[in-house]
C-alpha cells in the first residue's frame, strides 16, 4: 500500500463528523478515531511498515503511551526489531509501581509513540515523567498530527515531532 493509499485509507476508516471532546479538553467536529485503524490489523501493518523510515537513528527503545500509542509501537516494534516500553499516564501505585514497563529507561534514547497528536499536551507530560526517571527523549512519533498546535508544544519541550500523515493530507486523500 503506498501512501497515498495509506492516508486515504486512514481517513475512511477512522474519519467520524458530529460533536467531540478532545483530551485537551478542546471541542471538535471532526474526529479520527485511532481505535479503528489500530484495530485493524492490515492498517496497522501498512502504518508500521510506513513508519520504519521515521525512526531516528541512535532509537534504544519505542515508548508506546497508554492507550493508543501501544498498538503503534508494538507494529512498529515488529517491524523493526526495536525493544519496546509502554508508558502509564501515571505510574501504578502496586506491584513494580513503574510508569514505564518494559526494559530500563535510565540513561537510554526512547522515541515516543502516539496515534494522533492535538495540543501535544500528554507527550510532552508523559516526556517530563520519562526524562525525571532519566530517558532521553529528543523525538516522538505519531500516526496523525491534527495540526492544532502540537507540534508547536513539542518544540517548545525539545521534542521534534515526525508524523506519518497530517489532518489535512487526510483531508486531501479524501477527496
Do not use: N
Amino acid at each position: 500500500m503506498d501512501r497515498a493509499d495509506l492516508a486515504a485509507a486512514l481517513f475512511t476508516s477512522s474519519h467520524l463528523t458530529g460533536t467531540f471532546t478532545l483530551r485537551s479538553g478542546r471541542t471538535a467536529t471532526a474526529y479520527f478515531d485511532k481505535y479503528r485503524f489500530e484495530s485493524d490489523p492490515t492498517l496497522l501493518a501498512a502504518i508500521s511498515s510506513h513508519l520504519l523510515p521515521l525512526v531516528p537513528a541512535g532509537t534504544d527503545l519505542l515508548a508506546g503511551l497508554e492507550l493508543g500509542g501501544i498498538p503503534i509501537a508494538t507494529g512498529l516494534g515488529l517491524r523493526s526489531g526495536l525493544p519496546m516500553v509502554f508508558v502509564r499516564k501515571v505510574a501504578k501505585t502496586y506491584g513494580t509501581a513503574r510508569l514505564a514497563e518494559g526494559a530500563d529507561i535510565a540513561g537510554r534514547q526512547l522515541l515516543i509513540v502516539e496515534d494522533v497528536i492535538t495540543s501535544g499536551g500528554q507527550v510532552a507530560m508523559s516526556t517530563a515523567d520519562l526524562r525525571e526517571r532519566g530517558a532521553h527523549v529528543t523525538d516522538a512519533l505519531c500516526v496523525i498530527d491534527r495540526e492544532e498546535g502540537g507540534r508547536e508544544t513539542l518544540a517548545a519541550a525539545g521534542i521534534h515531532l515526525r508524523s506519518l500523515v497530517t489532518a489535512r493530507e487526510l483531508l486531501d486523500a479524501a477527496t
